[in-house]
């Protein structure tokens, strides 16, 4: 079982910058590919970003490449994602997931732990 906790959230600026954290529970964090999903009002949960065990790969959706970054530090149990050049249209709750393969990394059905999300707006 894993627990995730994400932290960060809260309200930017256009062209401004946020941190999201999520803090995972357990002793295998380091076995799971991890990523964050987003969901704004009215929409369907969409991925944003994925990381492989110890950081070999990542991926991202098209609309945040260049803008955000995803990271892991296996020894504190917690993954990352650098928000920057904010956008209104980044305005969503955000998810942090987990699963124990990395394929396929954009699919919300294989990703075995979520977290409860944390609330990004921005501000035009």
């Known amino acids: 079982q894993v627990q995730l906790v994400e932290s960060g959230g809260g309200l930017g600026q256009t062209g401004g910058s946020l941190r999201l954290s999520c803090a995972a529970s357990?002793?295998?964090?380091?076995?799971?590919?991890m990523a964050w999903f987003r969901q704004a009002p009215g929409k369907e949960r969409e991925f944003v970003a994925a990381i492989s065990r110890a950081g070999r790969s990542t991926a991202y959706v098209d609309a945040v490449k260049g803008r955000f970054t995803i990271s892991r530090d296996d020894t504190k149990n917690t993954v990352y994602l650098q928000m920057n050049n904010l956008k209104p249209q980044d305005t969503a709750v955000y998810y942090c997931?987990?699963?124990?393969?990395?394929?396929?990394?954009?699919?919300?059905?294989?990703?075995?732990?979520w977290g409860q999300g944390t609330q990004v707006a921005v501000s035009s």
């Open positions: 357990g002793r295998t964090f380091s076995l799971y590919a």
């Open positions: 997931a987990a699963r124990t393969t990395y394929a396929s990394v954009s699919t919300t059905t294989e990703y075995n732990y």
